[in-house]
């Protein structure tokens, strides 16, 4: 049964799924959606008229972790998750701390215009990429390559496509991955390394204008209204 994605290649979060169609060797077709012009059929696709949604048979599934965890359980092999529970509840915390934490700080810092706000969330998510280097990938490596090693997992998929569009943040905000990041800088390395990763990357020109909105704060889409607000 082939997978249905609905994505858009601008969109980080349907980065996250077609990695882990493209890591596990799963079968797919993907509809491209223009975000600034939604299709009307969409709406009944994706009950938050967002990118992703995958329908898998009669499964409609949409929140990239949560279609990522589908994912896991229906096609487990190459494995993503590491096997013990223990490290399954670390991989866990860790999107987690992606989806509340790294997530939000990258767009506040983007769509923030006033200089004192963009320097409080520059502040918050050179915390987050500390915390991540010492907390995360410095102790949980051992040496590996990947968050949990030698072999990549969700948690690596979760994080790596904002790590590709680091230039939106490098040109709009001048914000660059610090030296103590080395364990991160190694892992942006070994994952823009990726069969799968090279499969569907795009260049920093190309996000560096697809994000203008975002860093002028004009994006009228439904995520920078959330991220605003929130
Ligand atoms: N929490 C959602 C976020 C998905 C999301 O925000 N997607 C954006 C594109 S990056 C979207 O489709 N936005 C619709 C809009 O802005 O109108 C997930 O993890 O899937």
């Known amino acids: 049964m082939t997978v249905e994605i609905y994505s858009a290649s601008v969109c980080p979060f349907a980065h996250r799924t077609r990695l882990t169609l493209l890591e596990k060797g799963v079968e797919f077709n993907l509809t491209e959606i223009d975000l ?83 320097q409080k969330w520059k502040r918050d998510f050179l915390n987050h990429l500390l915390f991540m280097e010492q907390e995360g990938i410095g102790k949980l490596s051992g040496g590996g390559s990947y968050w949990f090693g030698d072999s990549p997992s969700l948690v690596d998929i979760a994080f790596y496509p904002w790590f590709e569009r680091w230039s939106v943040l490098a040109h709009y905000r001048n914000f660059s991955l610090p030296p103590e990041c080395k364990h991160l800088k190694q892992w942006r390395e070994a994952m823009s390394q990726r069969d799968s990763v090279q499969a569907i990357a795009n260049p920093p020109d190309f996000y560096i204008s697809q994000y203008e909105k975002y860093a002028y704060n004009t994006a009228s889409g439904i995520t920078a209204q959330e991220m605003r607000d929130s």
């Open 36 to 118: 600034e012009n939604k299709p009307d059929w969409f709406a009944e696709v994706s009950p938050y008229q967002k990118v992703p949604v995958i329908k898998h048979g009669e499964n409609r599934i949409w929140e990239s972790a949560i279609i990522n965890e589908y994912l896991e359980e229906v096609f487990p092999n190459p494995p993503l998750m590491p096997q013990q529970p223990e490290k399954r509840a670390l991989a866990r915390i860790w999107i987690d701390f992606a989806e509340t934490r790294f997530v939000n700080a990258f767009y506040k810092m983007l769509l923030s215009q006033d200089p004192e706000k963009q």
